[in-house]
């Protein structure tokens, strides 16, 4: 059973800086892509950055700049560096990835997995 368990969350003044890690585990052939969603109070589930098996990253406008992602293939986990953090970054963040598990009998299927999420709060 493949799981992403996310950590790093929490409650951060406004300019102060969080990095939230998410680790994929169980029995895995692959992963494709692995990222990072955010749902604010009151809004849509959106998509912050994501980083592909290659390495090419992908950011949502408002973070630019101030977010980076990284990914450790090996290990299969991607971490999320937030600095400047602004009070409408607040949002419960939920990481994701599309993997082949290990026992799947198509290896070029990939399926979309999500983490539990986490709080990330920023006072201002």
């Known amino acids: 059973q493949v799981q992403l368990v996310e950590s790093g969350g929490g409650l951060v003044q406004a300019g102060g800086s969080l990095r939230l890690s998410c680790a994929a585990s169980g029995s895995i052939f692959s992963v494709r892509y692995m990222g990072w969603y955010r749902q604010r109070p009151g809004k849509q589930r959106e998509l912050v950055a994501a980083?592909?098996?290659?390495?090419?990253?992908n950011y949502t406008d408002s973070v630019k700049g101030r977010f980076a992602i990284s990914r450790d293939g090996a290990k299969n986990t991607v971490r999320l560096q937030m600095n400047s953090l602004k009070p409408e970054d607040t949002a419960v963040y939920y990481c994701?990835?599309?993997?082949?598990?290990?026992?799947?009998?198509?290896?070029?299927?990939?399926?979309?997995?999500w983490g539990q999420g986490t709080q990330v709060t920023v006072s201002s």
């Open positions: 994701t990835a599309e993997i082949v598990p290990g026992g799947a009998a198509l290896k070029y299927v990939y399926y979309a997995y």
């Open positions: 980083i592909t098996s290659s390495g090419s990253t």
